[in-house]
């Protein structure tokens, strides 16, 4: 517990989930929607209010900041990262965030949409907040705990440190980035800039997690391109490309490598989206595995499985194509273990038991990392994240910036 501090954690998650800031998937702009920088701005002007002097946004809408250091220890320079944008799943306006003081442990009907029930027997975490504050959006919306509660960590943390300039650390480097929803989060940020060595995210969670390994991920697409001819006259000539994508997701397996058949440490393939004309049709697929080199493996099953399918549709042709998009940020952090273990230490001294465990899924640390900044993933205590259940405890919050305080003195203290 921090004392002698009154937390701004939640006063910030209030205001900071009204602003709406989704993204786009189908933008090629940066950032994908210029209402995330109205966030970013404000952001800016709030850490330059609280004494972080070199605070700005910049035109792609990411927030750079220094708190500098105040100890004669050379102590390596700590990145904390949160993203300001929410997903497109669920919208995002006109969010209506409330407060649930003393919760009870009894469901709870949002206002807005009273089908959308919170209920312990649905999200089981809920019982280790009885008696504390909860917050959660109005039934229409999203909450936007990922990733606004990231950012409200970060700034009370920023907040607390400039205040109390007794507790000893090194320089912290604070990044806000627009764009991590659609996987574009690193797109257009400086590392140069920001001078960081080692970095955490601040998008996890339940308290005591502590991330430092993710999926390794790719997208296959599968193009197919028919025979068209005039449905009037297409006996024994029309080859439909969109049949044909069809008869490929229809062959798929029914009992594994799905996402919704696969958890823990199980890879998948995923059909994300299809479009066409019955001349050409494609289909999007996502691959996820923790050992990258399975990643190929199931590729190969995947394009084989369509080959099959094509080959029995004369006149047809197929295209199969292949394309990066994040790895297993622990093929990086292996090589930096005391990354992970001061953030271990810092859980302990704020009394948690850090729960080690891979995420299903990607951050923006899993890309930070391998572009030169080793960045696991902390927790921030949000729950049923891009739903209309979306909901967060207070206590989480602020134990979250009591383990941040903790982790940069572990740093000074071992430097």
Known sequence: MLTNYKHTVTERF?????????SNPQSNTYPTTEKQKNLSNLLAEELLAIGIADAHADEFGYVYGTIPSNTDKEVPVICFCSHVDTAPDCSGTNVKPIVHTAYTGADIVLPDDETQVLSVN???????????SIITASGNTLLGADDKAGVSI???MANYLVNHPEVKHGTIKILFTPDEEVGKGTAKVDLRKLGADFGYTLDGGESGTLEDETFSADGATITVHGVIAHPGYAKN?????????GEILAA???NEFSPETTDKREGFVHPVSIEGIAEKASASFIVRDFVTAKLAEHET????IAATVVAKHAGAIMEFTVQEQYRNMKEILDLHPQVAAHAAEAYKRAGLNPVNEPIRGGTDGSRLSFMGLPCPNLFTGMQAIHSKKEWIGVRDM?????????????WEEES
């Open 301 to 304: 099953r995947l394009k084989s």
């Open 237 to 245: 000539k029309l080859v439909n490309a969109l049949k044909i994508i």
């Open 398 to 410: 602020e134990k979250a910036v009591e383990t941040l305080v903790n982790l940069v003195q572990v």
């Open 14 to 22: 209030l205001r900071y989930v009204q602003i709406d800031t989704q």
């Open 252 to 254: 798929l397996p029914t």
């Open 154 to 156: 970060i700034m009370d």
């Open 122 to 132: 649905d999200y089981p975490y809920l019982k280790e907040h009885i008696g504390s």
